[in-house]
Every structure is written in structure tokens, then in C-alpha cells.
């Protein structure tokens, strides 16, 4: 099956500095990825979906300078937290769309000190 | 609105038992529909769409447009069904063209007792 990438699984930071994360389908491209928020005991919560050379669609109430997504090739696409605070913390899950099915990254775990 | 609702946070079975998961959903167009399944320490995995008719470990999941449902099904669970299931809806993107995206469910925590 497809697999997909996330990178880091776990990151700490402080408040103030700006988080990277990456999400890579392996073996597949991915002409499209999600980018997903999941808080604890809740659902995951779209936050942008991310479309190879073009623009990311973020959903309502996602701050687009805030969470910034670049999809700059067929298989990696990169969410960047920037001046992260401490409600950022939460879990960041992507995937990747393959034959019009979802293929999930195993998460990163964001805590912002 | 929500469109896709799970019902239940928390469904608790003993092995051998019947389980259904419940979904409605709520969507103008032709719904497409999908469960995924979260088990503990992993990532979400597809465990089967409703256009592809199949059953995947025991599960059966049959799309009722009168109800608006897509319930999973299951005659005989298993311990290790244990895990967090949820319920997607592939709808529309807000930008339109051809952009698609799934809408989840709250999930529901099956635990299959020995």
C-alpha cells in the first residue's frame, strides 16, 4: 500500500520560534495533501489542503500567515508553525491522496513551551 | 453543521458479540463514505469505502441513503478489533474544481472484552 512519511513524530519548542514539518508520500505521488489538526479525545479537523505548485485551500478559521504550507514537489509537502505559542501545542497529522483515497502520516506531536 | 455523526464516544463489546458503529451524515450531493480505523499507537488507516462494496476483517458497512447512514458491522468481534473508528465523508472543497476532502466524524472507542 501507500505509505506516507511525517516527520519530526515529536517536536518541543518555545514560544516564539517557528516549527517545520514534513509530510512525504514514499512511493506514490501525491498531486494533492491534507493537513489535519487533531486536539486530545476530539476528531481530526481539516486545516488546508495543499496542491502541488499552487496555493494551499485553507478552511475557515485556519490563519494563513500563521500556518504556512508549501507544496513544492509531487512528494513532499511541508507545514511551517510560525511564532509558535503555547496553543499551538496539539497533534499535526498529514496525508496524501492516492486513486482518491487518503493515506495518513503517523503524526507529529507538537509541544510549545 | 456536522456533517458526519457518530453517536456513540465510547462502544464496549465481548468478544464473539455482534458490534455496529453508527454514522449519519449529512451531505445535498452523492455521498461517498469511508471508515477509518485508528489502532492504539498507530496512524489511521482505510478500512473500507462504501463504493467498493467489499468486507474488510468482518466488517460490512452498506451506504442507506433513506436513513443517511453508513453504519460499520461486524456479526462476531474480536479482541483485537479494539481500537478508535471513524466515520468519513468526502465532499466537495470549498474552492470548488475538482479539490475534495474528507470530513470526519468524532470516532467512536470500541473496546472488545476477552
Known amino acids: 500500500g501507500a505509505v506516507v512519511s511525517q516527520h519530526p513524530s515529536r517536536v518541543i519548542c518555545k514560544s516564539g520560534t517557528s516549527v517545520k514539518i514534513e509530510c512525504r508520500s514514499l512511493?506514490?505521488?501525491?498531486?494533492?495533501m491534507f493537513w489535519y489538526r487533531q486536539f486530545p479525545k476530539q476528531s481530526l479537523m481539516l486545516m488546508a489542503t495543499?496542491?502541488?505548485?499552487?496555493?494551499?485551500?485553507?478552511e475557515q478559521g485556519v490563519e494563513k500567515d500563521k500556518f504556512l504550507i508549501n507544496h513544492a514537489s509531487l512528494t513532499l509537502s511541508t507545514l511551517t508553525v510560525t511564532s509558535a505559542h503555547p496553543e499551538d501545542s496539539s497533534f499535526y497529522i498529514c496525508s496524501a491522496s492516492s486513486k482518491n483515497i487518503q493515506y495518513f502520516g503517523a503524526g507529529t506531536r507538537l509541544s510549545v513551551l | 453543521a456536522q456533517r458526519v455523526t457518530q453517536p456513540e464516544k465510547l462502544l464496549s463489546v465481548f468478544k464473539g458479540a455482534p458490534v455496529e458503529l453508527k454514522c449519519n451524515y449529512s451531505y445535498s450531493g452523492s455521498p461517498e463514505l469511508f471508515w477509518y480505523v485508528q489502532y492504539s499507537r498507530q496512524r489511521l488507516q482505510l478500512l473500507l469505502r462504501h463504493i467498493s462494496r467489499e468486507s474488510i476483517k468482518g466488517f460490512t458497512a452498506d451506504l442507506n441513503k433513506g436513513e443517511t447512514s453508513f453504519h460499520l458491522k461486524k456479526p462476531f468481534a474480536q479482541e483485537e478489533d479494539s481500537a478508535m473508528y471513524y466515520c468519513a465523508l468526502k465532499e466537495r472543497g470549498d474552492s470548488g474544481g475538482s479539490n475534495y476532502k474528507l470530513t470526519f466524524g468524532k470516532g467512536t472507542l470500541l473496546t472488545v472484552n476477552p
Open positions: 495543499s496542491n502541488e505548485g499552487s496555493k494551499a485551500t485553507y
Open positions: 512511493d506514490f505521488q501525491a498531486t494533492t
